[in-house]
T-cell receptor, first 116, second 117 residues
Framework: GAVVSQHPSRVICKSGTSVKIECRSLDFQATTMFWYRQFPKQSLMLMATSNEGSKATYEQGVEKDKFLINHASLTLSTLTVTSAHPEDSSFYIC????????????FGPGTRLTVT | AQSVSQHNHHVILSEAASLELGCNYSYGGTVNLFWYVQYPGQHLQLLLKYFSGDPLVKGIKGFEAEFIKSKFSFNLRKPSVQWSDTAEYFCAAGGRGRGSTLGRLYFGRGTQLTVWP
């Protein structure tokens, strides 16, 4: 149980285009999902907290207009990187917290974004 | 400010050696502590967690961690490592506050463990 999937696993896009990454909780409902960014040899940096049915809460320094987050259902959150630039190339990881409570997060496998 | 420090960036051991990875945290309020592992090409998996009670926590695959409140530490240990333990290990801390703070985790920068057969 507690499986989180991400799609796509890898994506390459051109500068200036937008790309959408999906995060799904497969066998549980998630009122809260988290989006992280991981740089090589570095830790996970929380970008935003996504709550079902409400606006996402962004961490300081993260541009909300660039990284659009939508959490339209209890099993799906999406991250859209708009007008992508090469510096947006990174590994994006989502996690989800079970709606029944607890603080554990279940992590997706991540999405490798490369902007050319 | 909340933060997590992992002092060992890369640890190299031979099989059967004992392991201890350091983790120190800075957190205002009651804290939950976690160790996650990321095997090559795989996603983060929970190794063990501490919420309350016995400060010595046992996790999967023979790992354990000890919460020492006075030292703000939550070190990960394994008495005898195996080649299959080669992975990246992340320590994380989170609070028990309500609302938007609930579930928010602060991660250390990770420790790469390489075990030679």
């Amino acid at each position: 149980g507690a499986v989180v999937s991400q799609h796509p696993s890898r994506v390459i896009c051109k500068s200036g285009t937008s790309v959408k990454i999906e995060c799904r909780s497969l066998d549980f409902q998630a009122t809260t999902m988290f989006w992280y960014r991981q740089f090589p040899k570095q830790s996970l940096m929380l970008m935003a907290t996504s709550n079902e049915g409400s606006k996402a809460t962004y961490e300081q320094g993260v541009e909300k207009d660039k990284f659009l987050i939508n959490h339209a259902s209890l099993t799906l959150s999406t991250l859209t990187v708009t007008s992508a630039h090469p510096e947006d190339s990174s590994f994006y990881i989502c996690s989800a917290r079970d709606w029944r409570g607890g603080v554990e997060q279940y992590f997706g496998p991540g999405t490798r974004l490369t902007v050319t | 400010a909340q933060s997590v420090s992992q002092h060992n960036h890369h640890v190299i051991l031979s099989e059967a050696a004992s392991l201890e990875l350091g983790c120190n945290y800075s957190y205002g309020g009651t804290v939950n502590l976690f160790w996650y592992v990321q095997y090559p090409g795989q996603h983060l998996q929970l190794l063990l967690k501490y919420f309350s009670g016995d400060p010595l926590v046992k996790g999967i695959k023979g790992f354990e961690a000890e919460f020492i409140k006075s030292k703000f530490s939550f070190n990960l240990r394994k008495p005898s490592v195996q080649w299959s333990d080669t992975a990246e290990y992340f320590c994380a801390a989170g609070g028990r506050g309500r609302g938007s703070t609930l579930g928010r985790l602060y991660f250390g920068r990770g420790t790469q463990l390489t075990v030679w057969p």
